[in-house]
């Protein structure tokens, strides 16, 4: 689909493209869409150990992959949220309702949280993907 406009940001992003063949964000009209983004460091790749630090990576990794497709505003133009985990416990479910409060402070979104067998990488244990809109007539 050539039509679209494809976005992969620089290190964890572009790597990805070339090892794995996938982008970090498509804009579809006024949405963009992302990818699961994990708790890893964008220019490292380091994934954390901790699963509540790779929560609060992940938030940071979707407000960037955002921003990088013309979402200006972030984590506040985001109306959609999937989170898969590898253990849906309650610090997990903690860590994702104090980020959604910080991320999204003016807003609330809809939410799917699904408890998964197996993510991306061995050491990861959350992804999070959203559907973000950017108002008609804005280009990214």
């Not at 940001?9 to 699961?36: K, M």
């Not at 133009?77 to 104090?98: I, W």
């Given at each position: ?55 609060d990576q992940a938030f940071a990794n979707v407000d960037m992959v955002l ?40 807003h609330k979104a809809l939410w799917t949280c699904v408890g998964v067998t ?23």
């Open positions: 689909m050539s039509h679209l406009n494809y976005y992969s940001y620089e290190g964890f992003g572009t790597g990805a493209l070339e090892s794995h063949a996938y982008n970090q964000a498509v804009r579809v009209g006024d949405n963009v869409y992302i990818s699961g983004q994990g708790g890893w460091d964008p220019t490292t790749c380091v994934v954390h150990k901790d699963a509540v630090a790779q929560i921003k990088d497709a013309g979402c200006a505003g972030g984590w506040e133009q985001v109306f959609t949220v999937r989170s898969y985990h590898l253990n849906l416990n309650k610090d997990a479910q903690d860590a994702m309702v104090r980020n959604f409060r910080k991320w999204m402070p003016n197996r993510l991306g990488e061995d050491n990861m244990t959350v992804e999070i993907e959203v559907i973000a809109n950017i108002p008609s007539g804005i280009r990214a």
